[in-house]
């Protein structure tokens, strides 16, 4: 994403997209460490996405009159985030679901 994309979201969706974003880079580092990623460049992208939607919330908190206090956007609206699809690892949907089916721990025991 652009940094622009991200300015143009508001401030839930943008604490939403890095936290989203967060859950994606650590199930990248999975599956890098699993031998299961083949595309090692998408953890640098990831990374970067991350750092640009911290910033637009940097910006954003200094921008309010009187300024926020660094990470205040996060910490409003972290509760109301739910874990979904970020577009990141849509193929990968289900990732971890699969392990841990192939380890014992499916239904069918």
């Known amino acids: 994403m652009k940094y622009e994309e991200f300015t143009a979201l508001s401030d839930v969706a943008l604490v939403h997209r ?3 974003l967060e859950r994606d880079l650590m199930e990248l580092r999975f599956r890098l460490k699993t031998n299961q990623l083949e ?3 998408s953890i640098r ?3 970067k996405d991350i750092a640009r939607a911290r910033t637009a919330q940097r910006v ?3 921008s309010q009159d009187p300024p926020l206090g660094p990470n205040t956007l996060r910490t ?3 509760n109301s985030f739910t874990p979904g699809s970020s577009g990141v690892l849509d193929s990968a949907a289900g990732f971890l679901t699969d392990i841990a089916g192939k380890m014992g721990g499916g239904k069918d025991d």
Do not use: I
Request: proline share 0%; no cysteine; glycine share 0%.
């Open 60 to 62: 954003r908190e200094k």
């Open 18 to 20: 890095e936290l989203q």
């Open 45 to 47: 992208m990831v990374r």
């Open 39 to 41: 595309n090692t460049a």
């Open 76 to 78: 409003r609206h972290r």
